[in-house]
């Protein structure tokens, strides 16, 4: 009984003569009294939650100073973070509507391209790319050769990225830019 007596005799000791300099060096950290406030006082927590007086080896002022410069830091790091985190959401948020729009009209732009493919690439291409069938898969499918599947294939994908490529050109600078 009377070692805890001790043990929180000589914690608000250390409390009371460390508490306002600690506020105030986190203060110039910080700039935020409240928030200078509430990151000694987390400090003092962890202090008090410890076996403070076996785990410290170095003198308790200097301790302390490490350990709120260390909680401050951490502080402003999970407030950039969150700042980065919540810009994010807001950009991805208010370009949701236009990520929508740019998807169907790429699709309208992709169905196009393909209307102009011959016959059959247009199918080779859809049943790998809709229908994820391997080319082999295909090959046995349409009774063609595995090399006149990837054939197909070349011709088809070729001729897709002539003519999408003004297309996602655009979209990939707007992507890049943030418009």
Do not use: C
Not at 9 to 37: C, M, N, P
């Amino acid at each position: 009984m009377t070692v805890l007596v001790d043990k929180e005799k000589k914690f608000e000791q250390v409390f009371r003569t460390y508490f306002k300099e600690l506020h105030r060096y986190a203060f110039k950290i910080l700039g935020d009294s409240d928030t200078a406030e509430e990151t000694v006082q987390q400090v003092f927590l962890k202090l008090w939650e410890r076996d403070w007086q076996q785990d410290i080896h170095t003198s308790v002022r200097s301790y302390l100073y490490r350990a709120v410069y260390n909680e401050s830091i951490n502080l402003i790091k999970r407030k950039q973070h969150k700042m980065k985190y919540e810009a994010y959401q807001q950009h991805s948020s208010g370009n949701e509507a236009y990520a929508q729009q740019s998807d169907s009209e790429l699709r309208k732009q992709l169905y196009v391209a393909l209307s102009e493919l011959p016959e059959k690439s247009r199918v080779v291409f859809e049943m790998s790319r809709f229908q994820e069938l391997k080319y082999q898969e295909i090959a046995d499918e349409l009774t063609l050769s595995l090399k006149t599947v990837e054939g197909h294939m070349t011709k088809a994908l070729k001729h897709l990225r002539l003519h999408l490529a003004d297309y996602l050109n655009i979209l990939t600078l707007i992507m890049m830019t943030g418009l």
